[in-house]
């Protein structure tokens, strides 16, 4: 199996990308981790976690790795599910879950007390009506690492501005998902 994104430490110690740095040690997991140890002092015990567009899994297992009762990671494109399910295998964690679902669907799944998205807001055609999903579906802590864009980029010719959900910006094309990739 071929991971292009996440290293993920497995239980006998091999990676999923060797030679890359391990995703429990990416700038951003630490970031969230501190984060998390300040609003949670006490510990994990009995919390529910969400990893939204979780890719190849591996923050949904940082998730798990810090003792949460239960992290469901939800993962729209099949081969990024497939690997998150090779990872479960290889972990056999019982507080880790991955759903091949959209994360349009995330009222499916229940409240949570702690929900990462990261790398899926600037993906979405409504990220002001997700923002507000995320906001009913989470109890405290909603991380968000996202990409924006400048007012300006050097050698690149911008879209006009436009409005959309209230808010102004500029639209991008991506390359659509393939229907064979996403969740039957």
């Given at each position: 199996?071929?991971?292009?994104?996440?290293?993920?430490?497995?239980?006998?110690?091999?990676?999923?990308?060797?030679?890359?740095?391990?995703?429990?040690?990416?700038?951003?997991?630490?970031?969230?981790?501190?984060?998390?140890?300040?609003?949670?002092?006490?510990?994990?015990?009995g919390l529910r976690g969400?990893?939204?567009?979780?890719?190849?899994?591996?923050?949904?297992?940082?998730l798990a790795r810090l003792g949460f009762r239960e992290v469901i990671g939800i993962e729209v494109r099949k081969a990024n599910f497939d690997k998150c399910r090779f990872v479960k295998e290889r972990l056999a964690f019982t507080?880790?879950?991955f759903v091949n679902d959209d994360v349009w669907n995330l009222e499916q799944y229940?409240?949570?007390?702690?929900?990462?998205?990261?790398?899926?807001?600037?993906?979405?055609d409504r990220p002001k009506q997700f923002l507000h999903?995320?906001?009913s579906q989470t109890r405290r802590a909603l991380l968000i690492k996202t990409a924006t864009a400048?007012?300006?980029l050097e050698g690149t010719v911008?879209?006009?501005?436009?409005?959309?959900?209230?808010?102004?910006?500029?639209?991008?094309?991506?390359?659509?998902?393939?229907?064979s990739e996403t969740a039957s």
């Open positions: 199996m071929h991971f292009t994104a996440h290293n993920i430490v497995l239980a006998d110690g091999t990676e999923t990308k060797p030679g890359s740095i391990p995703v429990a040690n990416y700038p951003w997991i630490l970031a969230a981790k501190r984060c998390l140890g300040v609003l949670y002092p006490r510990g994990y015990e969400a990893d939204l567009g979780c890719l190849e899994g591996g923050y949904s297992v940082e507080n880790l879950t229940g409240i949570f007390d702690v929900v990462f998205c990261c790398g899926l807001l600037y993906h979405l999903l995320l906001a400048h007012d300006s911008l879209p006009e501005v436009t409005t959309h959900e209230g808010l102004r910006g500029r639209w991008f094309s991506e390359a659509p998902i393939a229907k």
